[in-house]
């Protein structure tokens, strides 16, 4: 009966720890998934946004007695004409890519694969008014739109850039682009062969 009893605890302690392991595993596993979120939402913020952010919790944690009416004295240190001129939605960009994506008679997906960039880049440049794409993103986008190089150089200054004779880069790009030849492939394979890169 000893080694019966014996045995029957030593099962129960096999099951015992079984149970916990497989309770540690779980809860490992929501644990990553709760990270893996939280990185997703960090990552879609932009780097301005996620440095604000984490300054701004820092700072919360260290002075939680502040309030919200400082932080408003300290906003208005600049003229109001340029806070307004801040304040407005920078649309330029944004108007002028729906207008050539009307005109072009291509789907969404046609255009943001034709430009080589993810869907998610596309949705945040189409609807989030204040969102700055970066400068291959928009000479990508020129290309993918086959826009005559008066509109490139439009498109570009609307998004803050521009096509410089200066760069070995742009002079490649507008060559191509005047003699209307948008291959992405074409053109970053000449890029490659100067050491450079959209």
């Known amino acids: 009966?000893?080694?019966?009893?014996?045995?029957?605890?030593?099962?129960l302690g096999v099951i015992w720890w079984r149970v916990l392991a497989a309770v540690a595993v779980i809860v490992a596993i929501v644990k990553l998934v709760r990270y893996y979120r939280r990185r997703r939402r960090e990552a879609e913020r932009s780097p301005q946004e996620s440095i604000r952010a984490r300054f701004q919790d820092t700072m919360d944690m260290i002075m939680p007695w502040e309030d919200v009416e400082g932080e408003e004295e300290h906003q208005h240190d600049l003229p109001d004409e340029l806070l307004e001129e801040l304040m407005k939605p920078r649309e330029d960009f944004r108007a002028l890519l729906f207008h050539?994506?009307?005109?072009s008679g291509r789907t969404n997906p046609e255009v943001y694969r034709a430009a080589q960039i993810d869907r998610k880049l596309f949705s945040a440049i189409c609807t989030k008014p204040h969102y700055q794409p970066s400068r291959g993103t928009?000479?990508?986008?020129?290309?993918?739109?086959?826009?005559?190089?008066?509109?490139?150089?439009?498109?570009?200054?609307?998004?803050?850039?521009?096509?410089?004779?200066?760069?070995?880069?742009?002079?490649?790009?507008?060559?191509?682009?005047s003699r209307g030849v948008y291959d992405l492939m074409t053109i970053e394979a000449a890029l490659y062969e100067i050491g450079e890169h959209l």
């Open 1 to 11: 009966m000893l080694i019966r009893g014996d045995a029957v605890t030593l099962e």
């Open 100 to 103: 050539y994506l009307n005109r």
């Open 138 to 177: 928009v000479i990508r986008l020129a290309l993918a739109l086959q826009l005559t190089l008066p509109e490139a150089m439009e498109f570009m200054e609307r998004a803050g850039y521009a096509l410089s004779s200066a760069r070995p880069s742009d002079l490649v790009v507008t060559y191509y682009i």
